[in-house]
């Protein structure tokens, strides 16, 4: 479940594209402080999230220029992953971390149709499979330290602290510099705000992210899922009981054809004798 917090509480990362120089530090920072998988050398850069990736940088070219463009979870407000899992194995923390239990899913991969970013991604290769995203480093937070990403940056390009704070500083920038930024924060408003905020030098559509998530808090796109979790249960239960029916009249067929007359069983040597 989501745990309510003042907004001031609440901390987060401004994530500048103006100021990252695509060193992939903050992809390096996160797979050590996770325990993720490192590539093999010579291997080529993701070119999505994935099960060992929590974030990716990836180029775009704008108006002659590349720009370095991060992508991960944006620890929504109002999760609507939080909101969609039936056992609580994502919670939204006081601090703004968005964490996941893998003890407790059960792998209905709810939280995945759920995310209005499409950010969580599933370990199918796994022999017990989980769900992984960006938890905000809060094993982190916890020590009273800054996440991996932020710490590793070597130009500011990822800031950590509180969102109250960073939307101050992201405003700033875009009224002190109009030229460098275009005016809009993304997550000040998507899906009702989220605790990782973004700046950018150009329209956010043109840099790959969607630029058409509403701007309202979305667990009632959960309630699609969850709404339907009722059907699917009893629709599992008849399709497993009408396998169960098929197999179980089947064997009763089987039987009863090693008994037939026709086939010399047993019932046909009985009914000779009664003829």
């Not at 996770?34 to 993701?46: F, K, S």
């Not at 709810?110 to 938890?135: D, G, N, Q």
């Not at 990822?158 to 939307?167: A, Q, S, V």
Request: aromatic share 6%; net charge negative.
């Amino acid at each position: 479940m989501t745990t309510s917090s003042a907004s001031g509480d609440r901390k987060g990362l401004l994530i500048d594209f103006t100021l990252c120089i695509g060193c992939e530090a903050c992809m390096q920072g996160c797979r050590e402080a996770n325990d993720l998988e490192v590539p093999p050398p010579g291997a080529p850069p993701p070119e999505a999230l994935n099960a060992e990736n929590y974030t990716i940088v990836l180029p775009h070219e704008v108006n002659g220029e590349t720009v370095y463009v991060r992508h991960l979870c944006m620890h929504c407000a109002e999760p609507a992953c939080v909101s969609a899992c039936p056992v609580a194995a994502l919670t939204k923390r006081d601090d703004g971390a968005v964490v996941y239990d893998g003890d407790l899913c059960f792998g209905c991969r709810y939280c995945m149709i759920a995310c209005p970013f499409h950010v969580p991604r599933y370990t199918w290769s796994k022999a017990v499979p989980v769900v992984r995203k960006c938890i905000l480093c809060y094993h982190r937070l916890d020590e009273d330290r800054e996440p991996a990403c932020a710490a590793a940056c070597p130009t500011g390009a990822t800031r950590f602290g509180p969102r109250d704070l960073l939307l101050r500083i992201a405003r700033e920038r875009i009224r002190t510099q109009p030229e460098r930024y275009t005016d809009h924060i993304y997550g000040e408003h998507e899906a009702g705000g989220t605790d990782v905020l973004m700046l950018a030098p150009a329209k956010f559509a043109a840099l790959g992210h969607d630029a058409q998530v509403p701007h309202r808090a979305l667990p009632e796109l959960t309630w699609f899922v969850q709404k339907r979790i009722p059907w699917v249960i009893v629709t599992g239960s008849v399709l497993l009981g009408g396998i169960h029916w098929v197999v179980h009249r089947r064997m009763q067929l089987a039987k009863e054809g090693a008994d037939d007359p026709a086939t010399g069983g047993a019932s046909g040597a009985h009914s000779g004798e009664g003829s």
